[in-house]
């Protein structure tokens, strides 16, 4: 069946740094890919998605490009913020039943 | 974008009692919500799917009778947990959609403990 790997957190970083949180993969056929992040007390937003190979989503400064050579869909940001502390999930749409997989989460927390 | 509000986000119950998780879409109508669970340090897991005004399709290895699913108008969904044990205790969230091929919408989730 379809699987997501996600990197482990919690992650901890000071503001302005670069981020990468990663993420990879597996499912038949063609997925749709997708970061959704939950801030504090909220619920799950989507954040950015790729549809096909080659794809780059981006929002809010975010980016992930969808490599299918490599199974993979990572989360970067050039210069984080503390507005950006959240946790973060990487899923999948699959192919052929169109229900979302998710990875496990990464926490991100940004320190001024 | 639009709003899903899951009610209660905390539980506290006693082992063998009911819960109700709601799920509401506040300003759209959901034809479609979707039911998860996540266990400390694991992936969110889909328990079930529910359409409108017919029964929910539940996963495999999710117990019906024991998560009761009621999708009863467009804007409402419960999620009963019954005869709960300490083994239920988890993070349980909905999202909602207008349809099954549109963008699902997430609550802020439900953390249950039972004791």
């Known amino acids: 069946g379809n699987s997501v790997t996600q990197m482990e957190g919690p992650v901890t970083l000071s503001e302005e740094a670069f981020l990468t949180i990663n993420c990879t993969y597996t499912?038949?056929?063609?997925?749709?890919l997708f970061w959704y992040v939950q801030y504090p007390g909220e619920g799950l937003q989507l954040l950015l998605k790729?549809?096909?190979?080659?794809d780059k989503g981006s929002n809010k400064g975010f980016e992930a490009t969808y490599r299918k050579e490599t199974t993979s869909f990572h989360l970067e940001k050039g210069s984080v913020q503390v507005s950006d502390s959240a946790v973060y999930f990487c899923?999948?749409?699959?192919?052929?039943?169109?229900?979302?997989?998710f990875g496990t989460g990464t926490r991100l927390t940004i320190i001024p | 974008g639009a709003v899903v509000s899951q009610h209660p986000s905390r539980v506290i119950c006693k082992s063998g009692t009911s819960v109700k998780i709601e799920c509401r879409s506040l300003?759209?109508?959901?034809?479609?919500m979707f039911w998860y669970r996540q266990f400390p340090k694991q992936s969110l897991m889909l328990m079930a799917t529910?359409?409108?005004?017919?029964?929910?399709?539940?996963e495999q290895g999710v117990e019906k009778d024991k998560f009761l699913i009621n999708h009863a108008s467009l804007t409402l969904s419960t999620l009963t947990v019954t005869s709960a044990h300490p083994e239920d205790s988890s993070f349980y969230i909905c999202?909602?959609?207008?349809?099954?091929?549109?963008?699902?919408?997430f609550g802020q989730g439900t953390r249950l403990t039972v004791v």
């Open positions: 499912a038949t056929g063609y997925p749709s």
């Open positions: 999202s909602a959609a207008r349809d099954r091929n549109t963008e699902a919408f």
């Open positions: 529910s359409n409108e005004g017919s029964k929910a399709t539940y």
């Open positions: 300003d759209f109508q959901a034809t479609t």
């Open positions: 790729a549809t096909k190979a080659d």
């Open positions: 899923a999948l749409l699959g192919w052929v039943n169109e229900k979302l997989t």
